[in-house]
């Protein structure tokens, strides 16, 4: 099972051109049987109104759950999941935040690459590590609530020191597919921090892990397969 975690800046790459059509090119030549995409747009100004979930879900020829955490006018910004197999069950959590309102989207799967179920968190959280530190509390409520297996991805704002994702992955027992090479997604002409995590229980097992050099947003992919423990 292939898992992918993208902030893609709502489609503007490093050269500073929009294009969600290359974000579709990147994501579909890596194959992955679920993403979890971060700074999502529908329909805000800045983007030229385009639905960037609606875009996605037809690019890359799979259903595509959004998640509103933020509304501006009539534009909407958040995060996303788009997924094989068939969706169980899907829920909306809204995390604690000082100022920009963050959330994360949980979506249960099944028959997902050879799965029989499978839970999956996307989050993005806030750029106070105050913040950080209560909606690690609130995710992990969450992600111990969840059936195994379970795996968690995001932009989380902090490198793998930062209190906050210390935390979520003491009260849930998760593991960090990249730990142990410890290799930076931002930014990503030059990738200098750690803030794009693929979390998962201790039933799945991580035997390939791959940050993917591209310019279509400033955060690079982060591309994880799986099997059973």
Not at 27 to 35: K, W
Not at 65 to 72: A, G, K, P, T, V
Not at 189 to 196: F, V
């Amino acid at each position: 099972m292939r898992i992918l975690t993208y902030n893609t800046r709502g489609s503007v790459g490093m050269d500073n051109v929009r294009s969600t059509s290359r974000i579709v090119q990147v994501v579909r030549q890596l194959t992955p049987d679920v993403v979890c995409f971060q700074e999502i747009h529908r329909r805000m100004i800045q983007s030229g109104r385009e639905d960037q979930p609606a875009l996605l879900a037809d690019g890359l020829g799979r259903p595509f759950r959004f998640q509103s955490n933020l509304s501006i006018g009539m534009g909407k910004y958040g995060i996303g999941i788009a997924y094989r197999g068939e969706l169980q069950s899907s829920q909306e959590i809204y995390l604690p935040s000082k100022t920009e309102p963050r959330g994360a989207l949980k979506v249960c799967l099944r028959d997902v690459a050879g799965f029989s179920r499978l839970t999956v968190f996307c989050t993005h959280w806030g750029l106070d590590p105050e913040e950080r530190s209560h909606q690690a509390i609130a995710l992990a409520e969450g992600v111990r609530a969840a059936g195994g297996p379970v795996i968690v991805c995001g932009d989380f704002n902090e490198d793998a020191e930062g209190e906050g994702v210390r935390s979520l992955l003491d009260l849930t027992g998760l593991k960090d597919a990249d730990a142990a090479l410890n290799r930076p997604t931002f930014i990503a002409d030059n990738p200098t921090a750690r803030i794009d995590f693929v979390m998962h229980s201790g039933d799945l097992v991580a035997r390939n892990v791959e940050v993917i050099r591209t310019l279509a947003s400033d955060h690079l992919p982060l591309l994880v397969d799986f099997e059973p423990a």
